[in-house]
């Protein structure tokens, strides 16, 4: 059997025009997965159901997201669209989150933490106005908003740049052995619920040393059991599609995991030896 290139895989998480920081067009993705000579593809735009109602920021409109992919899969019929989401989390809105993973039947629903306290953005307003006006310790109040998503929620396929925070932070964490209880609590939910990890390698491209969720992180996910990971770039431009992927399968392979995980939309094993990397 031939070695699938790792510029092949299935990535996981990217964004569409349908998302307000989103670059690329379905068009736009659809000929890079021509190019690349694959045939499965994915798109897990932004929806924040917090939002919906008080303004629909970050929220597809459904219509119209149905109405394009329509649109896209007639035009390429040798192509297979499978259709994602990001969800943000919030507390407030768990009910409506289930309710929508449960109603739509993604093949990748990956459930993500871009706000707190009630819906304030990390990349806005606690990046602008310093997170301690907020919180003491933001990354623990990360971990607490992840453990109540997990203990609430079901029937999704990956956690979301775990410690997407990070790009947040002026001042990090030095170590993360005071986070081992709280990250073992949700890599054991991960694994009874079988929720993969997002390998997001936008890490790298926003000038961090590592992919989120950093290697330490990885390390002890792998120490207690935790086997499942999947890739993505969350590409908003197309130039970013599967960036970085060869890099974290070296990570990956250092750490020991000898597997990534793939919903194709069937959950999938691709051992790292069947992969050119
Ligand atoms: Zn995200
Ligand atoms: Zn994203």
Redesign the pocket.
């Known amino acids: 059997m031939s070695k699938t290139h790792y510029s092949q895989l299935l990535d996981h ?1 990217m964004h569409t025009t349908l998302s307000p920081d989103g670059r690329q067009s379905f068009d736009d993705i659809a000929q890079d997965t021509i190019a690349r000579g694959k045939e499965l593809v994915v798109t897990t735009d ?1 929806m924040e159901l917090f939002y919906l109602n008080k303004g629909n920021f970050f929220c597809v409109d459904m219509d119209e997201y149905a109405k394009e992919f329509a649109a896209i899969q007639a035009k390429y019929p040798q192509l297979t669209f499978m259709r994602g989401m ?1 969800l ?1 989390y919030e507390s407030a809105a768990a009910g409506q989150i289930q309710q929508f993973i449960d109603d739509q039947q993604l093949a990748v629903a ?1 459930i ?1 933490i ?1 706000t707190l306290f009630d819906g304030k953005d990390l990349a806005d307003e606690i990046a602008k106005d310093g997170y301690w006006k907020y919180s003491n310790d933001l990354f623990d109040d990360v971990l607490n908003a992840t453990i109540d998503a997990l203990e609430k929620l079901h029937g999704f396929q990956t956690l ?2 775990l410690d ?1 925070c990070w790009r947040y932070m002026k001042k990090k964490p030095k170590s993360l052995e005071p986070y081992y209880p709280k990250l073992d609590k949700i890599f054991q939910l991960l694994i009874e619920k079988e929720i993969s990890l997002d390998i ?1 390698t ?1 890490g790298w491209r926003y000038g961090l040393p590592f992919a989120h969720p950093q290697p330490a992180i990885l390390e002890r996910y792998y120490a207690v059991g935790g086997r499942m990971v999947t890739l993505g770039s ?1 590409a908003h431009f197309t130039k970013d599609i599967n960036a970085d992927f060869e890099r974290a399968l070296k990570m990956l392979a250092e750490i020991g995991f000898d597997y990534i995980t793939e919903f194709r939309p069937q959950m999938t094993k691709v051992f790292l030896t069947d992969i050119d990397y």
Request: charged content about 15%.
């Open positions: 998480h932004h990001e943000g990956i993500s871009h979301g740049h997407y997001n936008a969350d």
